[in-house]
């Protein structure tokens, strides 16, 4: 009996075959965080990792005091010093702080980075919110210019695009304006709300104290339909920032990257000005949001370097996975690469040497020993819980005839090959492979 569960709102990250929830899969999160990581290196953006807690204090700085992320979410402690420290619960602020503590304005003019890794927010866990979560994002930090927010848009959807993403997300886009503009628009939002506070949910109301921009993201039911008549900040932003927004929204048609311009998102974050956007998809039930970013042009200053501007992008690796798999399991995929089980001890020289030369070829080969041939059936049952599409079985007769049994676990058919690898190779491993 296992005596400790995970804490709330966390799980493991197994070895397919060992879990309950394909989405928890190892093998899933590879090729997701991968294809990101792919991604991101085509476009010239280099790793960055940063340490998992920071002082609470950049949090309040970047993220914002008002945020839910801050004032609700953040799991602060005290280290035995008495200073206080807080798990991320984001990546933006920790790597701008890196790049400002390594000055690394002074080596480039444009600075592109990407990291991947654990974030906390003490959330109320449901499907697709976990109190750790895991973040690839990206950050592009240079001069102000709407052709970098394209840039970093494009890089997500090439990566949402090679997970077969791309039909079921929508990919929404915003401008919200300079701080002066978006302080009118706030004032406007204000009144708005103010003058129909009866009708307002808790939970907004708080929010007209604190943060009034943040009821637009409401999805409680009594705020909906305010929200559809509130005044749009299109009706407050400059030349200026119509032209921001103009330019990307030409740039991404000019990238074939279908996007939807929504008046009313604005992201919970203090750090964003000018370009926001947001991909949602219905695949996790609910409309739910799989990323998001925008630009950020007073941050790099505001953490301590000098008057540099930037955007970014940051995606929930759960949320993703999960509709990957969706969308992989309705197109069931085919089996791929090959299995060797050996029978009995006087055949694995000759097994592990033919698994060993068609791993030479670049193919996937799983070594698989038994040592009676009563325990085949459990080999096979392995071979077909882990998708293979041929199992090579390899026994005495085999290695007496210089020959092996070629199972297609697809076709359910049987044949045999001689035993010769590049022979093996060309009439079976590589129908099956990878590539
Ligand atoms: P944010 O940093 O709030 O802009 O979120 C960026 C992305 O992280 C969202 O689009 C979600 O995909 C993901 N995300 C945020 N919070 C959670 C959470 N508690 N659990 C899982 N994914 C999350």
Not at 33 to 62: D, M, V
Not at 312 to 329: D, H, P, W
Not at 337 to 356: D, E, F, P, Q, V
């Amino acid at each position: 009996m296992p005596k400790f569960a995970t804490p709330k709102g966390t799980f493991d990250i197994l070895p397919a075959y060992l879990c309950f929830e394909n989405w928890h899969s190892s093998e899933a999160w590879h090729e997701v965080e991968s294809t990101f990581i792919q991604e991101a290196q085509k476009a010239g953006f280099h790793r960055i990792q940063t340490p998992i807690f920071e002082q609470t204090e950049l949090f309040y700085k970047s993220t914002g005091e008002t945020t839910d992320i801050v004032g609700k979410e953040m799991y602060s402690f005290e280290d035995k010093s008495g200073r206080s420290m807080t798990l991320r619960p984001e990546g933006t602020p920790g790597t701008l702080r890196a790049l400002v503590n390594c000055s690394a304005h002074q080596t480039a003019n444009i600075n592109k980075v990407f990291y991947s890794g654990p974030m906390f927010r003490y959330e109320r866990p449901q499907k697709g919110r976990y109190r750790q979560f895991h973040q690839f994002g990206i950050e592009l930090i240079g001069p102000k210019c709407p052709y970098m927010d394209i840039e970093v848009i494009s890089i997500a959807w090439a990566a949402y695009q090679r997970l077969s993403l791309d039909r079921g997300v929508r990919l929404e886009v915003n401008s919200i304006g300079s701080t002066k503009e978006r302080l009118n628009y706030r004032h406007a939002l204000v009144e708005y709300f103010k003058s129909n506070q009866k009708a307002l949910s808790a939970d907004s109301l708080r929010r007209l104290e604190t943060n009034p921009l943040r009821i637009l993201d409401s999805k409680e039911e009594q705020d909906v339909e305010l929200i559809a008549s509130a005044p749009i900040i299109w009706n407050y932003l400059n030349t200026q920032s119509i032209d921001h927004f103009e330019t990307l929204c030409t740039g991404l048609e000019a990238c074939a990257i279908p996007y939807h311009k929504n008046p009313r998102m604005v992201r919970g974050l203090d750090y964003y000005n000018d370009t926001v956007f947001e991909w949602v998809s219905d695949d996790l039930g609910a409309k739910s949001s799989i990323g998001g970013g925008g630009r950020y042009d007073k941050l790099y200053h505001q953490l301590g370097g000098p008057d540099l501007q930037g955007v970014g992008f940051a995606c929930g690796l759960e949320r993703v996975i999960m509709s990957y798999l969706q969308q992989k399991n309705e197109c069931q995929t085919d089996r791929k690469n090959a299995i060797i089980i050996a029978i009995g001890s006087h055949c694995h020289k000759r097994a592990m040497a033919l698994a060993h030369a068609l791993r030479a070829f670049g193919q996937k080969i799983e070594y698989y020993p038994i040592d009676h041939p009563k325990k085949i059936k459990n080999a096979m049952s392995w071979a077909d819980t882990m998708g293979y599409r041929y199992a090579l079985i390899f026994g005495e007769e085999e290695l007496d005839n210089l020959q092996i049994q070629c199972k297609d676990l697809s076709s359910r058919t049987q044949f045999s090959c001689k035993l010769e690898p590049s022979i093996i190779y060309e009439n079976i491993v590589e129908k099956s492979s990878n590539k």
